[in-house]
């Protein structure tokens, strides 16, 4: 037979209402990872997707990158316990969305971090407003996003709400 790698590709999907259970529940609503066959990695594409009202009992409320690709989209509405209500990045870049109106005690809209540069995680072209972020104590209380080894360009980042209201890079 012949096998063609390729990465994966989802697009046009709408995700909405749902939730993961139980104590370390990673993407409410979508959870993107590295697939391989055996001899070669391949990141997943997620474009032109609306990712709604999905909840996470601990990161990612709409989507957890682990790798990835995020373009074209819109996440909104969505919550997690812990960071990252709209999305939870490790790996990955995000670009031309819309993250709007999450919530989570810690990082509302976006929360990337990166633990190695070289490359560095990218956002760019999105729009990231209206995130809450619930928390009441610690340095984490962040309504837009949490970057860490993380490139932002050419965003509009307004009326998101935490201790640090737009963005916090470390």
């Not at 390729?6 to 939730?19: G, Y």
């Not at 139980?22 to 055996?38: F, Q």
């Not at 819309?98 to 005690?105: F, L, V």
Request: hydrophobic share 25%.
């Amino acid at each position: 037979g012949l096998g063609i790698p390729a990465e994966p590709l989802f697009r046009s999907l709408s995700i909405t209402e749902n939730s993961v259970p139980g104590s370390n529940g990673k993407g409410g609503g979508v959870y993107l990872t590295t697939c391989s066959d055996g001899t070669y990695s391949y990141s997943t594409n997620f474009r032109n997707c609306m990712v709604t009202n999905n909840v996470s009992s601990s990161v990612g409320g709409g989507i957890f990158i682990n790798s990835g690709y995020c373009y074209t989209s819109t996440i909104s509405g969505n919550s997690a316990s812990s960071f990252g209500g709209g999305i939870y990045m490790s790996y990955g870049s995000i670009q031309q969305s819309e993250i709007t109106g999450n919530t989570s005690p810690k990082t509302a809209g976006l929360y990337s971090n990166r633990e190695y540069s070289n490359p560095n995680n990218t956002i760019k072209y999105c729009t990231i407003s209206s995130n809450i972020s619930t928390g009441t104590t610690g340095d984490d209380i962040i309504g837009g996003i949490f970057g860490k080894n993380t490139d932002i360009t050419n965003c509009v980042i307004t009326n998101n709400v935490g201790s640090y209201g737009g963005v916090y890079r470390s």
